[in-house]
């Protein structure tokens, strides 16, 4: 079974560029989720899907931040316009089942830093 | 609330010594406990979980937690310690809410090296 795919994995770009990350989820989970760790703090919840829905965005930073999941499939999170604070590493994880009990197989993650 | 502390952001160990790597939760309703390993350019992989069976919950690798209410911690052990083993460790807590989104809150992480 793949995993859950995350790309691309590094991405450095400007103070006010837009930046787009990708997460792929194990084929079949209805459950998709992105984490965040800015530099030497810890990994934040963002938000997290139900299929094509969103169940939980209170972990969005701001509205510079833009989440979808097109058709429950793939999700995108959109940055638009990157600030200097929004780098670290975003992760990605999707789980068959919102019950935690099951764990969540999280991606290898896309390290940004905005310059 | 929900939070997790990890003591030591760093801790050595040398090769085939114990590894003891410290976790305590706060939760207010019974948690679902975790620990996650990130091994130098990788994801974040399960390590084990507890998901109130039985306290001691043994994961891959030889590590082992066990799951202590009075003490509200879920220390991370493992007997000897390996080379391969360095790597950044995470605890982390999800209260056990049916319907809702539950959450990982995580730790701070604790770098663990391991010398020969």
């Known amino acids: 079974e793949a995993g859950v795919t995350q790309f691309p994995s590094h991405s450095v770009i400007e103070k006010g560029q837009t930046v787009t990350l990708r997460c792929d989820p194990i084929?079949?989970?209805?459950?998709l989720y992105w984490y965040r760790r800015v530099m030497g703090k810890e990994i934040k919840f963002l938000l997290h899907?139900?299929?094509?829905?969103?169940?939980?965005e209170s972990g969005m930073p701001n509205n510079r931040f833009l989440a979808e999941r097109t058709g429950g499939t793939y999700s995108t999170l959109k940055v638009q316009p990157a600030e200097l604070e929004d780098s670290g590493v975003y992760f990605c994880?999707?789980?068959?089942?919102?019950?935690?009990?099951?764990?969540?197989?999280f991606g290898s993650g896309t390290r940004l830093t905005v310059v | 609330a929900q939070s997790v502390t990890q003591l030591g952001s760093h801790v050595s160990v040398s090769e085939g010594a114990l590894v003891l790597l410290r976790c305590n939760y706060s939760s207010s309703v019974p948690p679902y406990l975790f620990w996650y390993v990130q091994y130098p350019n990788q994801g974040l992989q399960l390590l084990l979980k507890y998901t109130s069976a039985a306290t001691l919950v043994k994961g891959i690798n030889g590590f082992e937690a066990e799951f202590k209410k009075s003490e509200t911690s879920f220390h991370l052990t493992k007997p000897s310690a390996h080379m391969s083993d360095a790597a950044e460790y995470f605890c982390?807590?999800?209260?056990?809410?049916?319907?809702?989104?539950?959450?990982?809150?995580f730790g701070t992480g604790t770098l663990l090296a391991v010398q020969p």
């Open positions: 982390a807590v999800s209260e056990n809410l049916g319907g809702a989104t539950n959450k990982l809150i």
């Open positions: 084929s079949g989970h209805d459950n």
């Open positions: 899907f139900v299929k094509e829905s969103k169940q939980d």
């Open positions: 994880a999707s789980s068959p089942s919102r019950v935690s009990s099951y764990g969540y197989t």
